[in-house]
């Protein structure tokens, strides 16, 4: 049985454009962590692999995070750190945690506390600044 070929180039076209939907609907998110505590372990893997990039994925939407992300290479990077607690907390609001990191790492101790944001069912590390609303003033100290 012979089928002519514009059904199987079809057929083909069709298949392909389907995949390639079905990929883009299951991908998962390049910034970010689905929860805190794989927020705090792709920090910490990012730190040992000195890798800026992977940070920046993890800084909150529009922050400047370059700097920090720099100091902290700088500080941390590269250490082989190991964590033997992450102890993290949300305790006031339900988007924001704080984790408390402890372990070991190639210079001896480490030690750090982090501040973690959720943002649209994203967890991020807050690295840098968020940038300023023009609109709005810092307040004033000065009396008139």
Not at 24 to 48: E, F, H, K, M, W
């Amino acid at each position: 049985m012979r089928f002519p070929l514009h059904r199987g180039r079809r057929g083909l076209f069709i298949t392909l454009a389907g995949l390639g939907l079905l990929a883009a609907c299951s991908t998962t998110p390049d910034t970010g962590a689905d929860a805190p505590r794989a927020a705090v372990d792709a920090y910490i893997q990012a730190l040992n692999a000195r890798d800026s990039q992977a940070l920046s994925r993890l800084a909150p939407p529009g922050n400047d995070a370059t700097d920090d992300i720099s100091r902290r290479i700088e500080a941390n990077g590269g250490k082989d750190i190991r964590l033997t607690n992450a102890d993290i907390s949300s305790e006031f609001v339900p988007d924001v945690a704080a984790a408390r990191l402890t372990g070991t790492s190639s210079t001896g101790d480490y030690s750090e506390r982090l501040t973690l944001t959720r943002t649209d069912d994203r967890w991020y590390v807050v690295l840098g600044e968020a940038p300023q609303n023009p609109s709005k003033q810092p307040a004033s100290t000065s009396r008139p």
